[in-house]
């Protein structure tokens, strides 16, 4: 069963997409979502969602397009008052854009948003795809089951919308553990497509594998990289030194080469061969499909010729 369709209302407040104001909403959900980048901190704490109680996300910009992006995850009983402190604190200063979680009713209190603060930091943490600034996971405190449900529906209304204006934070790990009976085929699971892949270098003695789920690529643990990278001016340096500062990759027992510690997601097949290779890959043809034996360009492309031929039959 494929996943439902979902409409997320947008409003870009000056009309400005690029530095303006947005706002989001899912109709029949109380929450409400503003964003804005930092030079327009003073029109977005002018708003009457900044004298909310609510939570906030500060957001950096990566040094590069491959390294985790920094945030801050706060929450305020006035949320507009806590992002001006912020904005004067030189530890905070790396952030970029800001975003708002606050309700379109009254009904978020004080324990609801440490509840939400609390997840927030932890779900981003564990996704691995952004740095998470928080000191120490913040305490959920003490609610009654019902209000723990209703925040845990809140946060999934807040895994639709936070994607779509920029803020990626909150995907779920996706679990790759469990590999599928059969390896020679191109499986489901969770309503997704999964492809299992390959990236073999005899030369290096390099075996990595990777599930394509969506638009990330995520190499499993215990896959292999070159240990000595021979990186240019290449765009991806910086995340190797930061998989190799967290422990994500480790240097074998040999000393040859580096091994994966974990499931690390990346946002694309060259990105994923890049870091394994230590050097410019086009990942579209350094990785092959598992089931087929085809590179994932040859794969992409036998599923959009098929695509055209129904597109043709039924016209």
């Given at each position: 069963?494929?996943?439902?369709?979902?409409?997320?209302?947008?409003?870009?407040?000056?009309?400005?997409?690029?530095?303006?104001?947005?706002?989001?909403?899912?109709?029949?959900?109380?929450?409400?979502?503003?964003?804005?980048?930092?030079?327009?901190?003073?029109?977005?704490?002018?708003?009457?969602?900044?004298?909310?109680?609510?939570?906030?996300?500060?957001?950096?910009?990566?040094?590069?397009?491959?390294?985790?992006?920094?945030?801050?995850?706060?929450?305020?009983?006035?949320?507009?008052?806590?992002?001006?402190?912020?904005?004067?604190?030189?530890?905070?200063?790396?952030?970029?854009?800001?975003?708002?979680?606050?309700?379109?009713?009254?009904?978020?209190?004080?324990?609801?948003?440490?509840?939400?603060?609390?997840?927030?930091?932890?779900?981003?943490?564990?996704?691995?795809?952004?740095?998470?600034?928080?000191?120490?996971?913040?305490?959920?405190?003490?609610?009654?089951?019902?209000?723990?449900?209703?925040?845990?529906?809140f946060i999934e209304q807040l895994k639709t919308v936070l994607p779509v204006l920029g803020f990626d934070i909150l995907r779920d790990p996706i679990s790759i553990r469990q590999k599928p009976e059969d390896e020679n085929v191109v499986w489901l699971a969770d309503s997704q497509n999964r492809l299992e892949l390959k990236l073999r270098n005899s030369n290096d003695?390099?075996?990595?594998?990777?599930?394509?789920?969506?638009?990330?690529?995520?190499?499993?643990?215990?896959?292999?990289?070159?240990?000595?990278?021979?990186?240019?001016?290449?765009?991806?340096?910086?995340?190797?030194?930061?998989?190799?500062?967290?422990?994500?990759?480790?240097?074998?027992?040999?000393?040859?080469?580096?091994?994966?510690?974990?499931?690390?997601?990346?946002?694309?097949?060259?990105?994923?061969?890049?870091?394994?290779?230590?050097?410019?890959?086009?990942?579209?043809?350094?990785?092959?499909?598992?089931?087929?034996?085809?590179?994932?360009?040859?794969?992409?492309?036998?599923?959009?010729?098929?695509?055209?031929?129904?597109?043709?039959?039924?016209?």
């Amino acid at each position: 069963m494929s996943a439902l369709g979902r409409t997320v209302r947008l409003f870009l407040v000056d009309g400005n997409a690029q530095s303006g104001l947005i706002t989001a909403e899912i109709i029949n959900w109380t929450g409400r979502v503003v964003v804005a980048p930092r030079e327009r901190l003073a029109d977005l704490v002018r708003r009457p969602e900044a004298e909310k109680t609510g939570v906030y996300i500060l957001l950096g910009d990566a040094p590069d397009p491959s390294v985790r992006r920094t945030i801050y995850v706060g929450e305020s009983d006035v949320v507009g008052r806590r992002i001006v402190q912020h904005s004067r604190d030189e530890q905070k200063d790396f952030f970029e854009r800001v975003c708002l979680v606050t309700s379109s009713d009254q009904n978020l209190t004080k324990a609801h948003v440490r509840y939400l603060e609390s997840r927030i930091a932890e779900i981003a943490t564990a996704s691995g795809r952004a740095h998470v600034l928080n000191a120490n996971d913040p305490p959920t405190g003490v609610m009654p089951e019902s209000d723990i449900a209703d925040m845990e529906f809140f946060i999934e209304q807040l895994k639709t919308v936070l994607p779509v204006l920029g803020f990626d934070i909150l995907r779920d790990p996706i679990s790759i553990r469990q590999k599928p009976e059969d390896e020679n085929v191109v499986w489901l699971a969770d309503s997704q497509n999964r492809l299992e892949l390959k990236l073999r270098n005899s030369n290096d003695g390099l075996l990595a594998e990777a599930v394509l789920v969506g638009d990330e690529i995520i190499v499993r643990e215990g896959s292999l990289a070159r240990k000595d990278p021979d990186f240019a001016m290449n765009q991806y340096s910086g995340l190797r030194d930061q998989l190799i500062a967290d422990g994500s990759l480790q240097t074998t027992d040999d000393g040859k080469t580096l091994k994966f510690c974990r499931d690390v997601p990346f946002s694309s097949p060259s990105a994923a061969a890049a870091v394994i290779y230590g050097r410019n890959a086009n990942g579209r043809t350094s990785w092959r499909v598992k089931a087929t034996e085809q590179t994932l360009k040859e794969y992409q492309n036998a599923m959009l010729e098929a695509a055209s031929a129904d597109l043709e039959a039924a016209s």
